[in-house]
């Protein structure tokens, strides 16, 4: 069952950022002023994918709940960050976005970190 | 905030990474940074104050809401939804990911700040790993897609 939940909210983490990172780029540059926030709600509305990708992240918020409810967050805060290194990856080759050495340096860096707080 | 709202940048200015562009992405980063850090700071000191149990019922998630801290920290985190996305807008995934994990160094001094909280060696081994990288991070160029094809 672990197992199971692990997919699930890796596969809605994934999802749900490479449809906002591939929706939002094309939308254009927002911004966080009050009317930045109106536009954006404006824009999420409009945009189909947005909503399923903010659906996905419903889904992983809820998978990652119940995954904490049962196993140590040890356990669940690194297993979350496989979804880090999958979605990094799919950046580039989905996304098409360019990573260098210093930024895959850098990623490594903070997944090695992430890892030591976790566990 | 007008000033921040540069709309029509990718039009107008040309060079997509162009400093003003640049220090409106650390500008929305640490916006972001700062409604997560409260947010679940907000909802972790209300759902202690909550005295059912969470289960699978949703009334009592609805009635947790009515707790003021929860509530504040439901608006915050709802904030930060929406900054992430518009932090998306200026720059790239492989970008946002490792500069927003800074989060879990906040995370560890607030808990040790405020809830006095022992922190391990290892987790301070770990904390620095990700401050480091994401400062790595944080100094390539944000944005390495080609421009939108229908900026709306």
């Known amino acids: 069952m672990k197992w199971i939940l692990v997919i699930v909210m890796v596969a809605a983490t994934v999802l749900s950022d490479l449809l906002q990172s591939h929706e939002m780029k094309r939308a254009g540059e927002q911004s966080v002023s ?48 496989a979804s880090f290194v999958l979605e990094t990856v799919l950046a580039k080759f989905v996304l098409h976005e360019r990573i260098g050495a210093r930024r895959a340096a850098g990623a490594l860096a903070v997944l090695a970190g992430v890892v030591l707080v976790g566990g | 905030m007008t000033s921040l709202n540069t709309r029509s940048s990718v039009v107008m200015e040309g060079p997509r990474h162009s400093s003003g562009a640049a220090l409106k992405t650390y500008f929305v980063l640490i916006f972001f940074l700062a409604l997560k850090a409260a947010g679940n700071s907000w909802m972790a000191w209300g759902m202690k104050q909550v005295p059912e149990r969470m289960s699978m019922n949703p009334a009592l998630y609805l009635h947790a809401m009515l707790n003021p801290f929860v509530a504040m920290g439901i608006a915050a985190l ?63 160029s944000r944005n390495t897609t080609p421009p939108a094809e229908d900026p709306k």
């Not at chain 1, 992983?60 to 960050?81: G, K, N, Y």
């Not at chain 2, 405020?114 to 290892?122: G, I, N």
Request: charged content about 10%; hydrophobic content about 60%; glycine content about 6%.
């Open chain 2, 78 to 140: 709802i904030l930060a939804l929406l900054t992430r996305m518009a932090l998306l807008s200026l720059a790239d995934l492989s970008f946002v990911l490792p500069v927003t994990a800074i989060g879990y160094v906040i995370a560890v001094f607030l808990g040790k700040i405020f809830l006095h909280e022992t922190v391990s060696r290892q987790r301070w081994l770990g904390t620095l790993l990700i401050f480091a990288g994401a400062v790595l991070v944080g100094t390539t």
């Open chain 1, 34 to 81: 009050a009317c930045g926030f109106a536009r954006l709600l404006h824009t999420i509305a409009q945009r189909r994918l947005l909503i399923l990708g903010v659906a996905c992240n419903a889904v992983s918020f809820f998978a990652f709940m119940a995954l904490v409810q049962t196993e140590p967050l040890s356990f669940a805060v690194p297993a979350s960050s």
